[in-house]
C-alpha cells in the first residue's frame, strides 16, 4: 500500500478521494509538470556540453525528479482505483487468467497427448496459484474445468454475481 499512501500523506487525500477524482483533473496535472520536466532534461543534457556542469547535474536532477513525482502520484491514483473497485480488480484477474489457463491445458495436452482429468494436475507444471488449481478458487471467482470428448471446458464465474464480479467466461478447447 505504499503507493497509495504518498498522496495520502503528502497531500492529505483520502482513498476515497483517489478514487472518486475526475480524470480532466489529472491530466491538468500531468501535462505541465511532464513538459517542465523534459525541458528540464533536455536543457540539462544540453549544458553538459558546457563549462557549468553544477548546472547541468542540478537540472537533470530536477528534470527526472520531476518525472518521478508524477508517475508516483498517478500510479497510487490508479492503484486507489483498483482498490476501491474489488469488482472491477478480480474481473481483470479473470479475463488475464483464463487464457494462461488455456495455454497451460495446450501444453500439457502438447505434452501427454490428452487433456488433464483435473486443473490441479498442472500443479507441477505452471506457474499459477496451487491453491487455484486445487480448489478452482481465486479472487471472488471459481473455475471449473471439464473435459470433453473433443477437449475441454473451461468456465470462471464470480463467487457472488455483482459483488465479486459481474462477468462470467466460458472457454471450449482446442481453439
Do not use: C
Amino acid at each position: 500500500m505504499l503507493p497509495v499512501s504518498i498522496p495520502v500523506i503528502l497531500f492529505g487525500f483520502s482513498r476515497q478521494q483517489l478514487a472518486s477524482t475526475p480524470d480532466w483533473v489529472y491530466g491538468s496535472i500531468l501535462v505541465p509538470a511532464l513538459a517542465a520536466a523534459v525541458a528540464a532534461v533536455i536543457l540539462g543534457h544540453l549544458s553538459l556540453r558546457g563549462v557549468s556542469r553544477g548546472f547541468a547535474m542540478a537540472g537533470l536532477t530536477m528534470g527526472y525528479g520531476v518525472l518521478l513525482i508524477p508517475a508516483m502520484f498517478f500510479a497510487a491514483a490508479f492503484a486507489g482505483r483498483l482498490a476501491n473497485r474489488p469488482v472491477y480488480t478480480n474481473e481483470m484477474l479473470a479475463t488475464g487468467l483464463v487464457p494462461i489457463l488455456q495455454t497451460s491445458l495446450e501444453e500439457y495436452r502438447r505434452d501427454h497427448g490428452q487433456y488433464p482429468d483435473s486443473l490441479s494436475e498442472l500443479v507441477e507444471r505452471t506457474a499459477i496459484s496451487p491453491d487455484l488449481l486445487r480448489t478452482g478458487h481465486n479472487n471472488g471467482y471459481f473455475y471449473r474445468y471439464t473435459r470433453t470428448p473433443s477437449g475441454y471446458r473451461l468456465q470462471a464465474d464470480p463467487e457472488v454475481k455483482g459483488t465479486t464480479g459481474r462477468h462470467s467466461f466460458d472457454v471450449s478447447g482446442p481453439p
